[in-house]
């Protein structure tokens, strides 16, 4: 019985409006996708934003780090709360994974660098999500179709990769959209996008704040069951499917 623990990336100001809308905060959405992966996890989610204390380490098999809707980019000072956690939580060699800006803490942890993507926010949809030849052959990603459609939500983005890591996929919109750091006792996996986010919700979500146009919002709120809003989006129809979305989280819980 894995024994996972979340971290959530927002403080409850934050959270508050996905409470309101969605019954959730993002954490608890992020731990409804993993118990959906398997029905026999212990979860336990933290807030260190909230000032919130770390339980101890030793008693987890894994970590994720969730996305976040702070105004501020993982290389600056005020994401300290967070970066001090994920240090604590390599020390200990633990695996961890990250979306979104889980994934830009971890390169700016690990030395690399993040910052608001040159090409404006990518909302709704990563689509055409290339893999790189590592990318084809890691477990991360075992399963994933090349040129494959997952949720994402991000203005900002990683800019430089840490020494060492891993590029295993990217889209013209992003160079980094998923990247693995597997040395020096350190087991990171990250994904730009969300695997997590069920598109029924995210579509009503992003149209209300009038980040996607009506007609895209409700194709994305329907893409999982209708084709012909798939075409209109220009996906895969297949890569909506809930299994295939959550294919990273299915393959991380297997490799713990």
Not at 111 to 126: K, Q, W
Not at 171 to 186: C, I, K, L, P, T
Not at 226 to 235: K, S, T
Request: charged share 20%; with cysteine; aromatic share 6%.
């Amino acid at each position: 019985m894995p024994n996972i623990l979340i971290v959530d990336s927002n403080p409850a100001a934050a959270n508050a409006p996905f409470k309101e809308t969605q019954g959730m905060t993002i954490g608890e959405n992020y731990a409804a996708a993993l118990a959906a992966c398997r029905d026999d996890l212990t979860i336990t989610i933290v807030a260190p934003y909230d000032g919130e204390d770390l339980p101890p380490l030793d008693g987890f098999d894994g970590v994720v780090f969730t996305g976040s809707s702070v105004e501020w980019n993982t290389d600056d000072a005020r994401a300290a709360p967070l970066a001090d956690v994920m240090r604590k939580v390599f020390a200990q060699g633990l695996p961890t994974l990250g979306s979104c800006n889980g994934m830009q803490l971890a390169a700016s942890v690990l030395g690399g660098t993040s910052d608001a993507s040159p090409n404006g926010r990518e909302d709704g949809l990563a689509k055409g999500v290339r893999l790189t030849e590592a990318g084809r052959d890691h477990p991360l990603l075992r399963g994933r179709e090349d040129g494959f459609a997952v949720p994402c939500v991000h203005r900002d983005e990683v800019t430089d990769l840490p020494e060492g890591a891993v590029l295993l996929a990217g889209n013209d919109h992003s160079g980094v959209q998923a990247f693995a750091y597997e040395q020096g006792g350190v087991k990171f996996w990250g994904m730009q996008y969300h695997p997590e986010i069920d598109p029924s919700n995210l579509g009503p979500s992003l149209g209300r704040m009038n980040w996607l146009s009506a007609q895209d919002a409700q194709d994305l709120e329907v893409v999982e069951q209708d084709p012909e809003a798939a075409q209109r989006l220009g996906v895969r129809v297949s890569d909506m499917n809930p299994n295939t979305r959550m294919t990273e989280l299915h393959n991380w819980l297997a490799s713990l």
